[in-house]
């Protein structure tokens, strides 16, 4: 990337369910260390605690069962997802300015979603626009594994034009075909496809490099 002494990429980082912002950071460092270094990375816990670990774990969505509306702890209700909405726009006003979003498993469903959202004014209306998003392992609400909350529902009307890169693996049972689904809801997608499951992969940095979006 250019001029990383200069300027680094401000990115909030949204982990997956059952995990923790600890947890995501911990696992990014399987990234080469000059990609690392030129992000600086804000990692935030989601706000619902989950129950099934025995140490620290969280959720975008609230897994209480008398507020599920999808299959397993997966909720999508509106008052849980919209607390989750405000919680990324505090942060993002608190330590902003933000470049972009990654999000990793569940975190990606909504970091995806975030830029649409954004410019059709239904979240995020404090803040500069989304730059670009980091979507790993992850689909679109609204799709076939998620419903979307009434905030998201024409996330995807129009299509995202913003750089995006989206990681998955071919063997990632949860992932892989919401993954393929959502880059058509994206201009000019740059995609990672690895070998692995359901997981943060190593990068080759000469890809991500030798991509003209994540260069600028």
Not at 20 to 33: D, T
Request: one cysteine or more; charged letters at 20%; a negative charge.
């Amino acid at each position: 990337m250019k001029d990383r002494a200069e300027k680094k990429f401000k990115v909030l980082c949204l982990h997956g369910y059952g995990c923790s912002g600890a947890y995501l950071k911990m696992r990014l460092q399987v990234w080469p260390s000059n990609v690392l270094e030129s992000m600086d990375f804000v990692f935030i816990d989601a706000p619902f605690p989950t129950h099934s670990k025995p140490f620290p774990a969280f959720s975008w969505f609230s897994d209480s069962p008398e507020l599920t509306d999808a299959i397993g702890p997966f909720c999508t209700s509106d008052r849980t997802f919209n607390e989750s909405m405000s919680l990324i726009e505090e942060t993002m006003v608190k330590f902003g300015p933000f470049d972009g979003v990654l999000g990793f498993s569940q975190g990606a469903y909504i970091a995806a979603a975030l830029p649409g959202m954004q410019a059709q004014g239904m979240v995020l209306s404090k803040v500069e626009a989304i730059k670009f998003v980091v979507v790993i392992s992850g689909g679109k609400l609204g799709g076939f594994k998620f419903p979307a909350p009434t905030l998201a529902k024409n996330a995807f009307s129009s299509p995202i034009e913003i750089p995006s890169l989206h990681c998955f693996g071919e063997n990632d049972s949860f992932a892989k075909l919401p993954a393929i689904e959502l880059l058509g809801s994206f201009v000019d997608p740059f995609v990672i496809f690895h070998s692995g499951g359901h997981e943060v992969p190593k990068l080759d940095e000469r890809r991500v490099e030798g991509d003209d979006k994540f260069s600028q």
